[in-house]
């Protein structure tokens, strides 16, 4: 809903108003960095990545600063341990690590003396009943979205994620949504890439991932983020030690979509 | 409160022991033309220091010591009256004052007593008639009540084309802003380019930033006082104009003559109208509109009893094709009667109703549903001023408001894939009595003191939870019906003057004030979604301490007024969110406040000439806004967003010749504290900004000039009077940054880059008023 009225007060500011956009200089000073950890594991593979970064400055002309020394590891509740291993641009991973469900796993990133860890525990994958692409017009543009039916799972809090890759280019993240207002329905999540821009002729797979509340937190965080926010800040991890990122331990399926003339 | 009436049974009588027995005049100061009552006119016996004002109904009462007196009867842009009256018993005297607009030749100007701003006991007030501000420039041509009281000291800007301001640091949701006294819940339009008050309709406004009196409470910070037109009760007459946004008229004119009359006034935009040319059914279709209208009537019965009715209301409408709509607007409806039980004892008894409602409407697909929200409150107030004699005067009365809040709820179709949802609405009464004496010891020493007292009632039925730390709910209480909880308040307010001559005085003030209705705004702009809440059992009343001292002083015979007055405010229990916080729609919303402190304290110049040609004002108000959460910025101390260094305002307006006048204002202030991120990293390949320091950054410095011309052609007939103003908002252009956000350049993605949209550049106006 936010959403909506976000989008009719920026269409009516365009409209009224003779805004202009123009690129400036602001003096930002330099936080102390932090350490950033992407651990995203699914059950699409069982070859797992783990990325360590860390916070660089704004002007800086690269978008993050790898690690390359981090001690990473994921245990299960079995008493599994999985090490990963140091594969270059801050990714570290492990060949062998088939998810299990009702299996809780644990992170542990040890970085020099720090320590960060999280917990993680696979979710049941809400299997999608149907999928097409619909198109909608806004101000007469057309814009186009992957549409995805499903039944929603009544009485338990379900959260989803999507990130989508447009011709083979790396996935990104999408959106994510929750079912607060549409528990136990029969529901449509309309997809499109990060910045809204799918095309006819664009051939689209979308991942959709079942997360746990504390992802979709974060995740949702990310995607209100904008200039209308009176106090920004950083998203909630649930890593600990004041780390950025998140741990998530999913259930994921890919779904490819070719953006046709309807 | 059994301490309240000791209080005021003691004042009482004390106050009745030294009202001798002398003759009272009493009556109303009117308008000559239109039988409007004036509020705040002087009533002054030549050569005495007994003088008095009328309130605001226009009634007056004077005692005097000789059966034959001479008096001044004087306000701002009227002729000064002067009368002699032989009185040998209480007697009515009723005045009539000519207004120098209707004068061919220049006459002495009066402003109201011409020192009043030095020896009134009051502090932290300003005072304006819709005559006096009518050449200052305004955006799109609209004359603005709100926008103009944004230009005196201490009254922070809300930006570029918001309604919004901050008195002495406070937040935008902590000033009463009453309608012939209805509360206004929200007074912005189309998202504050304009303001709920259309000027036509409106006579007169009271500001209080400090010292506010005791017959005002419910918001910390400011009290905004506006009293509609009563209609001309002599003839019929009409007022409007045509302007490039919106068009205006008024009608007015008598029910029985000398008696009673009515007042109608509406406006609307039509903006939209363009929309229609649209080839596209769907932008064709779009709404983009708002209409005002106000209206009152009022009917003398006879010397004793006055009946007034008066209402407003307001609506925005916007919407998307047949896609998406979304409307809100307030109404108020005021009943009020005026009874003199004696010439010292004057009654007003209200019954008030006012509230703010919003609907969205979404019909997309198989997703449809509308979205509803209220705020309403019932008011009954009773409001007594004794006028025991020239020095002492008590005010005192009580109020029972009750306020409701329906959260906005989600109603879904059968075949919709939304659910409906409804969040339980809450409501509280608060009833308050007060008592507030204004005292003239001594020629050199005039106060005006009170006390106000209120419980604030949570009232059930609801379920009320618990939470711990995190914000989590730990437990649940449900009530049926009922007082759940009360919270006790009392209020001291005082505000002193000592007057060293007639031409420079030192006041002081203070004032604690309880607020029960807290606004919850997380984005930088007010949305008419924002939600209400009351105290309940988590959220405690907010408080405001404010401390007051200033120097007044006039020179050049009264022509120049000048003063600076330094405040410190401490404000408890404060309202802020946890990240990502959840306003919509969530029952378990109390979990995601934050509670804390704030502080403010600042230095405010003014000066002004309201004589000759030229005439105008500057203020500069030097301050700093801070707030204090446990859980926000590691518990240190941060800037408010209001928190503005420098805020200056010149407003200059010039009698170039009979036909033409000259207005001109310039604005500087620092910009608005906000948070930039102190760094960047990647997630998932999407960048993301890292955050520090709350508030820790400044938006650039704003400044803007503003010109504006009336021309009013030779009055061709007595009646018809027409004239045109011609403005220039932001006269050089400038473009004062709205927003500045961060994002991946377009080309690089591994390089971000600041941007700025600015929002409006020049716009020239022009409208066309008429009244005959």
């Known amino acids: 809903m936010t959403r909506s009225i976000y989008l009719l007060i920026s269409v009516f500011v365009a409209f009224v108003s003779v805004s202009c956009e123009e690129i400036i200089e602001v003096n930002l000073n330099e936080g102390d960095p932090k350490y950033v950890i992407e651990a995203d594991l699914t059950t699409l593979s069982s070859d797992q990545f783990i990325r360590v970064t860390q916070t660089v400055p704004f002007s800086a002309d690269i978008p993050s600063k790898s690690i390359e020394h981090a001690l990473v590891s994921v245990s299960d509740s079995r008493g599994q341990v999985f090490n990963f291993t140091y594969q270059g641009e801050g990714y570290y991973s492990f060949k062998n690590l088939k998810l299990q469900e009702n299996v809780v796993y644990d992170l542990s990133v040890r970085i020099d003396n720090e320590l960060f860890e999280a917990t993680s525990r696979l979710e049941d994958f809400v299997a999608v009943d149907s999928l097409g692409v619909i198109e909608e017009r806004i101000f007469n543009e057309p814009y186009y979205f992957v549409l995805l039916k499903f039944n929603d799972p009544i009485d338990i809090p379900n959260y989803y994620r999507y990130s989508t890759s447009v011709n083979g280019s790396t996935f990104k993240f999408s959106s994510v949504f929750n079912d607060k207002f549409n528990d136990g329905l029969f529901v449509s999540h309309e997809i499109t890439n990060s910045d809204n821009s799918l095309a006819i002729g664009d051939s689209v797979i979308v991942r959709r991932q079942c997360i746990s509340k504390d992802v979709y937190d974060y995740w949702n965080e990310v995607q209100f983020a904008n200039p209308g926010n009176a106090a920004p800040s950083n998203p909630k991890s649930n890593i600990s030690n004041g780390a950025f990122g998140y741990f998530s331990v999913t259930a994921a399926k890919e779904y490819g979509v070719r953006i046709e003339m309807l | ?772």
């Open chain 2, 1 to 772: 409160m059994r301490y309240f009436l000791l209080v005021f049974t003691a004042l009482f009588l004390s106050i009745s022991a030294i009202a001798q027995e002398k003759i009272t005049i009493s009556g109303y100061v009117k308008d000559a033309a239109s039988g409007e009552v004036l509020i705040g006119a002087v009533v002054q016996i030549k050569g005495t220091q007994s003088v008095t004002s009328t309130n605001n109904y226009g009634y007056y009462a004077l005692q005097v010591a000789e059966p034959s007196v001479e008096l001044f009867v004087s306000f701002v842009g009227y002729q000064v009256l002067e009368q002699s009256v032989n009185v040998t018993e209480n007697k009515r005297y009723n005045f009539e004052l000519v207004s120098l607009e209707n004068q061919l030749e220049e006459v002495v100007v009066s402003m109201k007593k011409q020192n009043d701003n030095v020896t009134n006991a009051q502090m932290g007030a300003f005072n304006f008639t819709m005559e006096e501000v009518k050449n200052i420039p305004v955006v799109f041509g609209e004359r603005d009540i709100l926008k103009t009281i944004q230009l005196l000291p201490g009254i922070g800007k809300g930006g570029e084309g918001s309604s919004n301001f901050y008195v002495r640091g406070g937040g935008s949701d902590q000033n009463l802003i009453l309608l012939d006294e209805a509360t206004v819940y929200n007074a912005a339009h189309l998202l504050g380019f304009f303001s709920t008050f259309n000027s036509d309709a409106i006579k007169d406004v009271e500001l209080y930033k400090g010292g506010v009196p005791a017959q005002y409470g419910g918001r910390v910070s400011s009290v905004m006082d506006i009293n509609m037109v009563d209609g001309n009760n002599k003839k019929f007459a009409a007022e409007g104009g045509l302007g490039l946004i919106a068009s205006r008229l008024k009608l007015e004119g008598p029910i029985v003559k000398d008696k009673g009359s009515f007042m109608i006034s509406g406006r609307r935009t039509y903006a939209d109208l363009f929309l229609k040319l649209s080839n596209d059914e769907t932008v064709n279709q779009s709404k983009l509109y708002f209409y005002d209208l106000n209206a009152k009537v009022n009917y003398r019965f006879n010397d004793k009893n006055t009946l007034y009715a008066s209402g407003y209301f307001g609506k925005d409408d916007l919407g998307y094709g047949k896609l998406f709509s979304f409307d809100w607007g307030n109404a108020t409806a005021t009943v009020r009667w005026n009874h003199i039980f004696n010439e010292k004892l004057f009654s007003n008894t209200s019954l008030i109703y006012s509230d703010f409602t919003y609907n969205v409407n979404v019909s997309n697909n198989d997703r449809d549903f509308t979205i509803a929200s209220k705020i309403e409150n019932f008011n009954l107030k009773e409001d007594l001023s004794y006028y025991a004699n020239n020095n002492n005067t008590l005010r005192f009365g009580i109020n029972l408001l009750r306020q409701k809040i329906s959260p906005a709820s989600l109603n879904a179709g059968e075949e919709s894939s939304v659910n409906s949802i409804d969040i339980e609405s809450r409501s509280g009464i608060e009833a308050a009595a007060y008592i507030s004496h204004e005292w003239k010891p001594s020629s050199w020493l005039s106060m005006i003191y009170g006390l106000r007292a209120t419980d604030f009632m949570v009232q059930g039925p609801g379920t009320f939870y618990e939470y711990d730390e995190d914000g989590d709910p730990i437990g649940e209480q449900s009530f049926d019906g009922g007082v759940i909880k009360h919270y006790f308040n009392l209020e001291p307010r005082l505000s002193l003057s000592v007057i060293l001559n007639s031409e420079h005085s030192v006041k002081i003030s203070y004032n604690r004030i309880a607020q029960n209705l807290h606004q919850l705004t997380n984005t930088t702009s007010s949305l008419p979604t924002d939600q209400y809440v009351v105290s309940s059992l988590n959220i405690k009343p907010q408080f405001a301490d404010q401390a007051a001292i200033g120097y007044f002083r006039n020179f050049g015979n009264n022509a120049y007024e000048f003063s600076v007055e330094g405040y410190y405010k401490f404000m408890d229990n404060q309202i802020d969110f946890r990240n990502g916080a959840d306003l919509q729609a969530n029952k378990y919303l109390e979990g995601e406040l934050l509670y804390g402190i704030g502080r403010s304290y600042g230095l405010e110049w003014y000066l002004r000439k309201s004589k000759g040609k030229l005439n105008g004002w500057i203020s500069y108000t030097l301050a700093k806004s801070e707030r204090q959460f446990e859980q926000i910025n590691d518990g240190d101390w941060f800037n408010a967003r209001q928190d503005r260094t420098h805020d200056i305002s010149v407003v200059g307006m010039y009698e170039l010749s009979k036909k033409w006048s000259l207005g001109a204002t310039f604005l500087y202030y620092t910009g608005n504290a906000i948070t930039f991120p102190s760094g960047k990293y990647q997630v998932d390949g999407r960048t993301l900004f890292y955050y520090t320091e709350r508030n820790g950054y400044r938006m650039p410095d704003y400044h803007r000039l503003d010109l504006s011309a009336t021309y009013e052609p030779k009055k061709e007939n007595k009646r018809f009077h027409s004239s045109w103003s011609f403005g220039l908002y932001n006269a050089y252009n400038r473009r004062n940054a709205y927003i500045i956000d961060f994002r991946e350049n377009e080309d690089n993605a591994n390089v971000t880059e600041a941007y700025k949209v600015a929002l409006f550049g020049i716009i020239p106006s022009v409208t066309w008023n008429f009244k005959f």
